[in-house]
C-alpha cells in the first residue's frame, strides 16, 4: 500500500520558516510527480507547489518566492521550504503524488500536517 507521511508542522511567528517533510514508501517515487497542497479551516483545498520527475516546478500565486519545493529520490521524500511565514499560511498541509501533467489526477494523499502561523 502506498503511503505518503507528512512531518515538520508546527507553530511558528509571523516572518518564520519550517521545512516540511513527506516521506513516501510502496511506490517508485523517482516515477511520480510529487505535490504540496493546503486546506485552512473552512476553506477548499489548494495547490501550494508541485514538482515533476524532472524536477520542474510551480508555485501557487501566493507562496512564490517564499516556498521551495524539492526532492529527494534517494530518500524517498519530498521537502517543502516555507520562509516568511504569514498567519494567512495557517493549514493543514498535505503531501500528494500524482502525474506529471495534472497534479490533481492519479496518485495518494498523506494525512496531512498543521501548520499554524500567529501574529
Known amino acids: 500500500q502506498v503511503q505518503l507521511v507528512e512531518s515538520g508542522g508546527g507553530l511558528v511567528q509571523t516572518g518564520g520558516s519550517l521545512r516540511l517533510s513527506c516521506a513516501a514508501s510502496?511506490?517508485?517515487?523517482?516515477?511520480?510527480?510529487m505535490g504540496w497542497f493546503r486546506q485552512a479551516a473552512g476553506k477548499q483545498r489548494e495547490l501550494v507547489a508541485t514538482?515533476?520527475?524532472?524536477?520542474?516546478?510551480n508555485y501557487g500565486d501566493s507562496v512564490k518566492g517564499r516556498f521551495t519545493i524539492s526532492r529527494d529520490n534517494a530518500k524517498n521524500t519530498v521537502y517543502l521550504q516555507m520562509n516568511s511565514l504569514q498567519p494567512e499560511d495557517t493549514a493543514v498541509y498535505y503531501c500528494?503524488?500524482?502525474?506529471?501533467?495534472?497534479?490533481?489526477?492519479?496518485?495518494?494523499w498523506g494525512q496531512g500536517t498543521q501548520v499554524t502561523v500567529s501574529s
Open positions: 500528494k503524488s500524482g502525474s506529471d501533467s495534472n497534479i490533481w489526477l492519479f496518485g495518494s
Open positions: 510502496g511506490m517508485i517515487f523517482s516515477k511520480s510527480a
Open positions: 514538482i515533476t520527475r524532472g524536477g520542474r516546478t
